[in-house]
């Protein structure tokens, strides 16, 4: 996944203006890693800031972006999506904006370990968006640590109409990189704003275009 952690830093400018193109406003994104802990101490698995807060600048999503490069083979990113949605979970610092909406981008190439269900992680996501990007190139297709069809994946919590994820390897695939953020952007405004209530631009109407994104980069550890 270093591949993915490349792309995506280099393509921090390209998130910036896909994002306030389609909402009017500054976008704030937070990158958090996960996993790394062996399963017989998984208390040490908790998500990890790389950004201590909500960062506006692209040199500041870059930078973070870039330092994705924890190691580990215990992921529980059931747990992570969780713990995101929930700003009183006694170890997150990210500032977030009280009765806002989140949208997660979670970038995985394996399927979640732990005990959370997909039940709890749609009970915590709420209003809020969950957006997959996933491989199988380390975990093949039927595998049961597939992040698409494994024992525990992502697409049952995706805010994305089926099949449920964003393809990883498109978005590594430069011809097709601008094509994919744009739709992983698309994605999160549309998510969001079926669910806009206090997401508006200064109280303006859910029918104004203008309304704030908070985004949130996830990644399990790189192989």
């Known amino acids: ?5 490349t792309t995506a830093a280099n393509n921090a400018a390209k998130l910036f203006s896909a994002f306030k193109a389609k909402t009017g406003d500054d976008p704030r994104f937070a990158v958090g890693g996960f996993g790394g802990a062996a399963a017989s101490n998984p208390t040490n698995d908790e998500l990890r800031e790389v950004t201590d807060v909500f960062v506006d600048t692209q040199a500041a999503l870059n930078a973070a972006l870039g330092q994705l490069t924890i190691t580990g083979g215990y992921e529980e990113g059931y747990k992570a999506l969780i713990d995101t949605f929930n700003p009183n979970n006694g170890y997150l610092k990210w500032d977030f904006t009280p009765n806002g909406r989140v949208c997660v981008i979670i970038f995985t190439d394996e399927d979640s370990d732990g ?34 069809n494994g024992d525990f994946p992502y697409p049952p919590v995706s805010s994305l109409s089926a099949p449920g994820y964003i393809s ?18 698309q994605a999160c405004v549309d998510t969001l704003y079926q669910n ?5 631009k200064n109280g303006a109407a859910m029918g104004d ?6 985004t949130i980069a996830l990644s399990r550890p790189m192989d």
């Not at 996944?1 to 952690?5: F, G, K, P, R, W």
């Not at 005990?115 to 996933?134: D, H, M, Q």
């Not at 990883?168 to 952007?185: R, S, Y």
């Not at 806009?196 to 508006?200: E, F, G, L, S």
């Open 209 to 214: 275009p203008h309304f704030k994104v908070r």
């Open 115 to 148: 005990p959370e269900t997909a039940a709890n992680v749609i009970i915590a996501k709420g209003s809020n968006s969950i957006i997959p990007v996933l491989s199988s190139q380390f975990c093949s297709l039927g595998s049961s640590c597939n992040p698409i």
């Open 196 to 200: 806009c209530v206090d997401v508006t």
């Open 1 to 5: 996944m270093y591949s993915t952690q």
């Open 168 to 185: 990883m390897d498109d978005f590594n695939n430069p011809a097709k990189t601008d094509g994919i953020i744009d739709d992983m952007v």
